[in-house]
């Protein structure tokens, strides 16, 4: 916990720099206040974390793993958007997490995935209008 | 009567066939988020945002406001049958309304959260309607000067209201508004913390921050820490026990009475909220009892105070989003981001530009709270059903429709990536303890606050005096320090009693 206090102090300070070097008065006025408040206030947590002698709920709890392959799951079907689109990358979404976390038969998540798929086919691409990427698939 | 004029026209804007039918949904649609936990207002509004582009912005806003005062009411349900409040303005229901409910009172507990509810909430939007354009019209002679000096005491009231340490409040305030500057700047069409990156420079879009911070990040959050599934208590509700006694009546009047006075006023001010209204309206009526040793072992009054002060305060914290284009709450902030969406602007001249807006959205108020009462009384089981919707599937919708919000904006897939990235950086705030509310207000108010700043300072030649000299301005930036530093001083205070502990 301390460290991540730190940790995160460090990366305020970075970002910091380029506060006053590049701007002039102008642009610069506020990011530079912006970022002396920060790295006030940053040191002060840091230091109060330190000498908390409760150190809290640590960063990863039991069920983070859940948490992270959700993610993983996120990032994957973001990846395939390009190639399967919308509707069907969703679909496979559903299925991917209902499986995932609900642990619902699998006829089960088939059946979601063809509702969402076409689901968000006729809701977000017909009725409003938005354009979706199809991807590969054409759909 | 010029009130009774605006009224009027406010009336026939709600009561076309089309915003009736928003308003509903509205309120249903909240009424089914309150219910459910893990999802609330905020993110309810920010995965719907992106699909209002092509509605009319009445309907919109009259639809969002019905989702956030429904919010109000919905939460109650879960707090008094299952102790697991929905919201977290009712948690001070849960007290209260669950012994009730064990006592077999849930239905009056009901009851009377419904009907002081609609109570509060009617009153409110009668002080409303005479505050918000008073309020308006006092705007008008602010400068740029004034501007700047509310918004910063509305980032100095965060620091008060929050449960959280001060200084990260800060932090968030500061990262929010740092957010804000990404993009070019206004005043020199400078690029500011592009990179490089073309898709940076026109900054990014609310919506995108919006729906990764409140509808991915609400997901991650609720996997790692899944509420406690409660038992729904056992027996019917039937329509009979829903009627109140003579003796409840008598017992909670003063209390909707207080509650409503206390939510509108709390609601009003920036960064108090609903929630905040409810922990000082149930504090308040049981320091007013003659019993206060009723109070957590079932008493009526404490469900009627704080569920008549949050739906009062969801009402009145329009006022100041209205009538000064400041959001008090993360709900109030994501609307906010709606009109800018939309391309108005409210503050001041929003009375005069958009009064059929304006009075619209007023007027379905009364219509929604009417619905929501008759909901409340009638369809209570219809909600408690909605309990057994598995999480599993709703999470993976939520992701759906965040993502196609994000997507929506500008039609490319990096804002889908962007509103990843902002989930993960809400989802590590929320484990370090950070508040994510002040990170959205600053970013809402970011633009607001930094071309104030540059404008007066502009006027006044680059003197800060500027701030202090101007009556308007002097006062709202003495609120703003004293409001900074009363963590401060609460910190000192603290520090010195645990070192007068050890001595």
């Known amino acids: 916990m301390a460290v991540l206090a730190l940790g995160m102090a460090v990366i305020l300070f970075s970002r910091q720099l380029p506060y006053h070097s590049d701007y002039g008065p102008g642009p610069g006025f506020l990011p530079m206040w ?49 190639l399967l689109g919308f509707s069907v990358g969703f679909g496979l ?47 | 009567m010029d009130l009774f004029h605006n009224l009027y026209n406010g009336f026939a804007v709600a009561l076309t066939f089309q915003n009736i039918m928003y308003c509903s949904f509205g309120v249903f649609f ?48 879960t707090s008094v049958l299952i102790n697991v409040p929905g919201e977290s303005s009712t948690v001070m229901t849960c007290l209260d309304g669950y012994q009730m409910a064990l006592q077999g009172r849930a239905g009056a507990a009901l009851s009377v959260a419904a009907i002081g509810s609609w109570i509060a909430g009617t009153a409110s939007v009668v ?89 991915v990040t609400e997901v991650f959050n609720s996997i790692e820490n899944p509420e406690d599934e409660g038992e729904v208590l056992k027996g019917k509700l039937r329509l009979r026990d829903m009627f109140l006694t003579w003796e409840d009546w008598v017992a909670s009047r003063w209390a ?21 209204a409810s922990f000082i309206a149930y504090l308040a009526e049981k320091r007013y009892s003659k019993h206060p040793e009723r109070f957590g072992k079932g008493a009526i009054e404490g469900v009627a105070a704080p569920e008549s002060a949050n739906n009062a305060a969801s009402i009145s ?21 709606g009109f800018m969406m939309w391309g108005i602007r409210p503050g001041p001249l929003l009375f005069m530009q958009h009064a059929n807006l304006v009075w619209g959205l007023i007027a379905s108020m009364y219509v929604g709270n009417f619905l929501l009462l008759l909901m409340n009384i009638f369809m ?11 999480y599993s599937i709703m999470m993976g919708f939520i992701v759906v429709f965040a993502t196609v919000g994000a997507f929506s904006v500008n039609n490319n897939l990096f804002d889908v990536w962007m509103m990843l990235g902002f989930a993960l950086m809400a989802y590590a705030m929320i484990k370090l303890k950070y508040p994510l509310v002040p990170l959205i207000l600053a970013l809402v108010l970011g633009k607001l606050s930094e071309n104030s700043l540059r404008q007066a300072l502009m006027l006044s030649g680059g003197s800060m005096s500027i701030f202090f000299t101007h009556p308007i301005s002097a006062f709202f930036m003495g609120m703003a320090f004293l409001a900074y530093l009363t963590p401060v001083l609460r910190w000192y205070l603290k520090r010195r009693q645990v070192k007068a502990a050890q001595a």
């Open chain 1, 34 to 82: 912006i970022g002396v408040v920060l790295v006030i206030c940053s040191l002060i947590v840091t230091v109060q974390e330190l000498r908390a002698e409760n150190k809290g709920e640590s960063f990863f709890q039991p069920r983070t793993r859940m948490a992270v392959k959700v993610l993983v799951v996120i990032a994957i079907a973001f990846l395939l958007f390009p």
């Open chain 1, 93 to 139: 979404f559903i299925c991917a997490t209902m499986r995932l976390m609900g642990g619902h038969r699998w006829v089960t998540c088939g059946v979601a995935a063809i509702v969402t798929a076409v689901g968000i086919h006729y809701l977000f691409g017909h009725w409003l209008d938005i354009p979706l990427p199809t991807g590969l698939v054409g759909w």
């Open chain 2, 30 to 77: 909240g009424q089914i988020i309150g219910v459910l936990p893990g999802i609330g207002a905020p993110t309810a509004i920010a995965l719907l945002l992106p699909l209002t582009f092509s509605i009319d912005p009445t309907s919109a806003i009259i639809m969002f406001a019905g989702i956030y005062y429904g919010v109000a009411y919905g939460g109650t349900i």
């Open chain 2, 127 to 215: 002080l409303l309607m005479a505050f918000a354009p008073a309020l308006a019209k006092f705007a008008l002679r602010f400068g740029p000067a004034e501007f700047f000096a509310l918004t910063m005491m509305a980032f100095g009231l965060l620091t008060v209201f929050g449960e959280e340490n001060p200084f990260k409040v800060i932090i968030s305030t500061m990262l929010g508004l740092l957010l804000s500057t990404i993009g070019l700047d206004v005043v020199s069409g400078m690029p500011r913390f592009a990179f490089g990156v073309p898709q940076l420079l026109g900054g990014f879009d609310f919506i995108v921050i919006i729906c990764g911070m409140f509808g």
């Open chain 2, 256 to 276: 909707i009475f207080r509650g409503s006075v206390i939510g509108f006023f709390v609601g009003m001010i920036p960064a108090g909220g609903i929630t905040t």
């Open chain 2, 317 to 337: 914290g329009f006022a100041p989003l209205l009538a000064l284009g400041i959001p008090g709450s993360a709900t109030t902030a994501v609307m906010l981001a």
């Open chain 2, 380 to 390: 209570i089981p219809v909600f408690v059903a909605m309990l057994r919707v598995p």
